[in-house]
């Protein structure tokens, strides 16, 4: 079964457990799910905002995509159990947007 939705109260601040970034939760009505300034997150969706996940394993930035609809997309590995997966990145939040000179270094580095 594949059902994807944003659970509600999940959109809440946090400190980045890779580089200790106190983080905003977002003012466009999604979900925060990845730190603004290192672009790191942890592993604790199964589908985007059920916090379903067991895994809790610090998930690294290794790319960039460019998605038709969603914009940029921020490719994730997790470092415990090497799950692959995308976040939009929140370039356009008014409070804490994502830190697009990080997003073009990973971009870069990626080879994207």
């Known amino acids: 079964m594949t059902r994807r939705f944003t659970a509600i109260g999940t959109n809440t601040a946090f400190t980045c457990a890779h580089c200790g970034l106190e983080v905003q939760p977002l003012t466009n009505g999604s979900v925060r799910n990845h730190c603004p300034g290192c672009l790191h997150s942890l592993h604790l969706d199964v589908f985007p905002g059920d916090r379903a996940s067991d895994c809790g394993g610090l998930l690294q930035p290794v790319g960039v995509e460019q998605h038709s609809k969603k914009g940029w997309m921020i490719v994730h590995r997790c470092?415990?159990?090497?799950?692959?997966?995308?976040?939009?990145a929140a370039?356009?939040?008014?409070?804490?947007p994502d830190d697009f000179e990080a997003l073009l270094a990973l971009s870069a580095r990626a080879g994207g």
């Open 91 to 96: 370039l356009d939040d008014l409070r804490q």
């Open 79 to 88: 470092q415990r159990c090497g799950h692959d997966g995308r976040n939009k």
